[in-house]
């Protein structure tokens, strides 16, 4: 579904500051939410806690110190939920290769454990492993706080819990560790990536076959990759040679890393050209895994901080563009920039370069030298004034165009820390109602992930449980796809679906209180329903909750497995932020633009 992008964004652009105005004066009056419930003021969080006389200072009045409090959680005596869980993860043992989660394929349909003949989707494998390091980190830091807890705490923990939260945290931490160096050579392995200038035209690929071959641009640490695999690991175990892939290049662990933090030191062939899919979710990973994992493995912490600054600094220098040393010549609409040796990567997209500052100026602050973090704050202030003020009509345009719904799970992902992260009221309050945007569109989208990430981010209680739900939802979701073959309600179209053109554009306004939509007629023959399917019918894909929810069909092989990042992600981030550390609440503000339906 697309309306005219330069339309949309006039529009969006030219309004954006008066709905702000508008939105932001909202916010003096009680925060309405979704579902038209007022949401009243409720203290949340480690200061409400202390308030509450739950916290784990102060004195419980009787001078003994603080009398701990149990927390508990929607998911934390779900016995089904954690059996899935369990399931889940133990299968994530087939997925789980060099640091990278991938899709598999297996010897026949049984998918015995173990059995696994292909491994694949190396393109996405950045934008996923990082969603799952961020799960992994949620999970060990959910395990940490149950086995750190005092021993006077009520219940105790009996030893079967005792011995399960240890093999949680024990699994998340190894794992960790392997996605963290995986990025390491990720982010550094193109200083091994040197050419030499040989121009060349190939007759049979005009316009296209220019290549200018190489000794330009020099490779370097920053030129972040998709994924990295060795070159020697048996057919269909290992990284397929495509346009994009290059290598082999000889790995050696930097002095002075630690064996937990090491790579295989051999030859590895990378896939290049990140987008901005690779860069969210390698930084979403990379920041939880900071906070949540790394006070308590310096050498870890060390890499990280660095390896964020690095991967900034490469972006900033060039201009918010990746250039590439292999020199070849690929420009629209003869091929993809991708291809080209230079690619238009950030300049356009507003969040994806705040969050890229944010990120660097987050893990200086602890690490970087003086002049370091002065550096970055002068760079933040620089992307601030220049992006903050159209970020919200960016996601206006964004929101209107449902036919691209990945855009919706990257904002949600970088917004999560450019949020979080932010102390500045101000500052935050600017990134809110840009998120306010996009939820006006995707909030009801029957998305555990976007609630689960949304909860984390202001403490709405309706969110939390939508999570949840939608989290149950996907059990039998998978139960479904894991028996192989197509998924078809286009066939219910016009029974009991109502269906739309796929690029029908629908935009619902608030007026007075009451939707009002203008629409504009599709003519396409691909058809999509007018709401979001149950979770439980919607069709197979890598990662349920970044594809349109009103998709009617698609298909699943028969001996074809995604690794289940879609149930473990919003899983560990509930339990994190109900058994944890709760959200202070914090409802997004008002925003009267448009909804895209």
Same mark, same amino acid.
């Given at each position: 579904?697309?309306?005219?992008?330069?339309?949309?964004?006039?529009?969006?652009?030219?309004?954006?500051?008066?709905?702000?105005?508008?939105?932001?004066?909202?916010?003096?009056?009680?925060?309405?939410?979704?579902?038209?419930?007022?949401?009243?003021?409720?203290?949340? &969080?480690?200061?409400?806690?202390?308030?509450?006389?739950?916290?784990?200072?102060?004195?419980? !009045?009787?001078?003994? !110190?603080?009398?701990?409090?149990?927390? @508990?959680?929607?998911?934390?005596?779900?016995? &089904?939920?954690?059996?899935?869980?369990?399931?889940?993860?133990?299968?994530?043992?087939?997925?789980?290769?060099?640091?990278?989660?991938?899709?598999?394929?297996?010897?026949?349909?049984?998918?015995?454990?173990?059995?696994?003949?292909?491994?694949?989707?190396?393109?996405? @494998?950045?934008?996923?492993?990082?969603?799952?390091?961020?799960?992994?980190?949620?999970?060990?830091?959910?395990?940490?706080?149950?086995?750190?807890?005092?021993?006077?705490?009520?219940?105790?923990? $009996?030893?079967?819990?005792?011995?399960?939260?240890?093999?949680?945290?024990?699994?998340?931490?190894?794992?960790?560790?392997?996605?963290?160096?995986?990025?390491?050579?990720?982010?550094?392995?193109?200083?091994?990536?040197?050419?030499?200038?040989?121009? @060349?035209?190939?007759?049979?690929?005009?316009?296209?076959?220019?290549?200018?071959?190489?000794?330009?641009?020099?490779?370097?640490? &920053?030129?972040?990759?998709?994924?990295?695999?060795?070159?020697?690991?048996?057919?269909?175990?290992?990284?397929?040679?495509?346009?994009?892939?290059?290598?082999?290049?000889?790995?050696?662990?930097?002095?002075?890393?630690?064996?937990?933090?090491?790579?295989?030191?051999?030859?590895?062939?990378?896939?290049?050209?990140?987008?901005?899919? $690779?860069?969210?979710?390698?930084?979403?990973?990379?920041?939880?895994?900071?906070?949540?994992?790394?006070?308590?493995?310096?050498?870890?912490?060390?890499?990280?901080?660095?390896?964020?600054?690095?991967?900034?600094?490469?972006?900033?220098?060039? !201009?918010?563009?990746?250039?590439?040393?292999?020199?070849?010549? @690929?420009?629209?609409?003869?091929?993809?920039?991708?291809?080209?040796?230079?690619?238009?990567?950030?300049?356009?997209?507003?969040?994806?370069?705040?969050?890229?500052?944010?990120?660097?100026?987050?893990?200086?602050?602890?690490?970087?030298?003086?002049?370091?973090?002065?550096?970055?704050?002068?760079?933040?202030?620089?992307?601030?004034?220049?992006?903050?003020?159209?970020?919200?009509?960016?996601?206006?345009?964004?929101?209107?165009?449902?036919?691209?719904?990945?855009?919706?799970?990257?904002?949600?992902?970088?917004?999560?820390?450019?949020?979080?992260?932010?102390?500045?009221?101000?500052?935050?309050?600017?990134?809110?109602?840009?998120?306010?945007?996009?939820?006006?569109?995707?909030?009801?989208?029957?998305?555990?992930?976007?609630?689960?990430?949304?909860?984390?981010?202001?403490?709405?209680?309706?969110?939390?449980?939508a999570a949840v739900q939608h989290v149950r939802d996907w059990l039998d979701y998978r139960a479904r796809i894991d028996l192989g073959g197509p998924?078809?309600?286009?066939?219910?179209?016009?029974?009991?679906? $109502?269906?739309?053109?796929?690029?029908?554009?629908?935009?619902?306004?608030?007026?007075?209180?009451?939707?009002?939509?203008?629409?504009?007629?599709?003519?396409?023959?691909?058809?999509?329903?007018?709401?979001?399917?149950?979770?439980?019918?919607?069709?197979?894909?890598?990662?349920l909750w970044q594809r349109v929810p009103q998709e009617l069909d698609g298909y699943e092989g028969f001996t074809h497995r995604a690794p289940g990042?879609?149930?473990?992600?919003?899983?560990?981030?509930?339990?994190?932020?109900?058994?944890?550390? $709760?959200?202070?609440?914090?409802?997004?503000?008002?925003?009267?633009?448009?909804?895209?339906?």
């Open positions: 579904m697309r309306v005219t992008g330069r339309l949309i964004r006039n529009v969006a652009l030219a309004v954006t500051s008066t709905i702000l105005t508008i939105g932001l004066a909202a916010q003096a009056l009680p925060a309405v939410g979704r579902h038209g419930a007022v949401s009243a003021p409720v203290l949340a &969080g480690p200061s409400a806690q202390a308030a509450n006389g739950q916290g784990s200072g102060g004195d419980n !009045g009787n001078g003994n !110190g603080p009398k701990p409090v149990e927390p @508990s959680g929607p998911l934390s005596s779900d016995a &089904g939920m954690t059996a899935a869980m369990t399931d889940l993860e133990t299968k994530a043992n087939d997925h789980f290769w060099w640091g990278l989660m991938l899709e598999i394929d297996y010897k026949d349909t049984s998918k015995t454990p173990g059995e696994v003949v292909g491994v694949g989707a190396f393109g996405d @494998s950045g934008l996923w492993s990082g969603t799952y390091l961020a799960a992994e980190s949620f999970r060990y830091a959910t395990a940490r706080d149950y086995l750190s807890r005092p021993k006077n705490l009520k219940p105790k923990l $009996t030893k079967d819990e005792i011995a399960f939260w240890q093999a949680q945290k024990a699994e998340a931490k190894t794992r960790i560790d392997k996605m963290v160096a995986q990025n390491h050579v990720r982010i550094h392995i193109a200083r091994e990536w040197q050419t030499e200038f040989s121009p @060349s035209i190939d007759p049979a690929q005009l316009p296209g076959g220019i290549s200018f071959g190489g000794g330009v641009i020099k490779g370097e640490p &920053g030129m972040l990759m998709r994924s990295c695999a060795p070159d020697d690991d048996p057919s269909g175990l290992h990284m397929s040679s495509n346009k994009r892939v290059f290598g082999p290049w000889q790995w050696t662990n930097d002095a002075g890393v630690p064996a937990n933090l090491q790579m295989p030191e051999t030859t590895y062939v990378c896939e290049t050209a990140p987008s901005r899919d $690779t860069y969210a979710g390698t930084t979403f990973g990379m920041l939880t895994a900071f906070d949540l994992v790394s006070a308590d493995d310096p050498a870890m912490r060390a890499m990280i901080a660095s390896d964020v600054q690095i991967l900034a600094n490469f972006l900033v220098k060039n !201009g918010w563009t990746y250039p590439r040393p292999h020199g070849n010549v @690929s420009l629209p609409p003869f091929g993809h920039d991708f291809d080209n040796f230079v690619s238009p990567l950030f300049p356009q997209v507003p969040l994806a370069r705040l969050n890229m500052i944010q990120a660097a100026r987050h893990v200086a602050e602890e690490t970087a030298t003086a002049i370091d973090k002065l550096k970055w704050e002068a760079v933040w202030a620089e992307e601030l004034a220049t992006q903050g003020p159209i970020l919200a009509g960016s996601m206006q345009v964004d929101a209107a165009d449902l036919s691209g719904y990945y855009p919706f799970n990257l904002h949600h992902l970088t917004f999560f820390n450019t949020i979080r992260l932010e102390s500045d009221p101000a500052v935050r309050e600017i990134f809110r109602q840009a998120l306010s945007v996009l939820d006006n569109t995707t909030g009801d989208d029957l998305n555990a992930h976007f609630e689960a990430i949304t909860y984390a981010l202001t403490g709405e209680d309706y969110r939390r449980d998924t078809t309600n286009s066939t219910r179209c016009g029974v009991d679906l $109502t269906c739309i053109p796929n690029d029908q554009t629908d935009l619902v306004f608030d007026v007075a209180g009451q939707p009002v939509t203008v629409s504009k007629p599709g003519t396409a023959t691909k058809m999509r329903a007018t709401t979001p399917l149950p979770i439980a019918q919607r069709p197979p894909t890598d990662f990042i879609d149930f473990l992600l919003p899983y560990w981030m509930i339990r994190y932020y109900t058994e944890v550390k $709760t959200p202070d609440q914090a409802p997004l503000p008002v925003w009267i633009g448009p909804a895209s339906k």
